[in-house]
T-cell receptor
């Protein structure tokens, strides 16, 4: 089992819709979770971090964490074509100073 | 510079040659990471440096791979006797502080192609 799993997609949504991106992780001791966005040919950039169970909202983005189910999600409201990118889920490994990344979900937002 | 700087941006080499990739982190960032990203794949952790502490080398795929960092400055990733499966984008990232609670800042990467 991979440490961090994501559906590779592509996830296609129309402009203005809600995009829902999901991630599961295997290390029950993990406490820190991150969503990075990576445009084609570019390096990843952080868009959200979450550490506690529940929801965390930042503009059009909402991160959701359920530690009991070992599940993290990212919701993007009012999706825009500029949101088209690969979204990488990253988990800080308990006891180590490194992030383990999933393979990413490719999101396509059509005008 | 303001961001993480990596060089070269592109490197084409022949199988069996050695290559060196360089990373200049954000000034003041004590932590430095190397990741590898193969085409269409996620990021694969290679090595982590924190200040003058012993590096976490747990992600290095073979003894052909090594990395150095002097203090809190530039790091060099060396791949000896390159193989075709080493072809990937090598990403360097830095972060502030000793505890990873925040953001990793990535460079633009070094794209390595082994013929």
């Amino acid at each position: 089992q991979k440490e961090v799993e994501q559906n590779s997609g592509p996830l296609s949504v129309p402009e203005g819709a809600i995009a829902s991106l999901n991630c599961t992780y295997s290390d029950r001791g993990s406490q820190s979770f991150f969503w990075y966005r990576q445009y084609s040919g570019k390096s990843p950039e952080l868009i959200m971090s979450i550490y506690s169970n529940g929801d965390k909202e930042d503009g059009r983005f909402t991160a959701q964490l359920n530690k009991a189910s070992q599940y993290v999600s990212l919701l993007i409201r009012d999706s825009q074509p500029s949101d088209s990118a690969t979204y990488l889920c990253a988990v800080k490994v308990a006891g180590f100073q490194k992030l383990v990344f999933g393979t990413g979900t490719r999101l396509l937002v059509s005008p | 510079g303001a961001g993480v700087s990596q060089s070269p941006s592109n490197k084409v080499t022949e199988k069996g040659k050695d290559v060196e990739l360089r990373c200049d982190p954000i000034s003041g960032h004590t932590a430095l990471y190397w990741y590898r990203q193969r085409l269409g794949q996620g990021l694969e952790f290679l090595i982590y440096f924190q200040g003058n502490s012993a590096p976490d080398k747990s992600g290095l795929p073979s003894d052909r791979f090594s990395a150095e960092r002097t203090g809190e400055s530039v790091s060099t990733l060396t791949i000896q006797r390159t193989q075709q499966e080493d072809s990937a984008v090598y990403l360097c990232a830095s972060s502030a502080g000793q505890s990873l609670t925040g953001e990793l800042f990535f460079g633009e990467g070094s794209r390595l192609t082994v013929l």
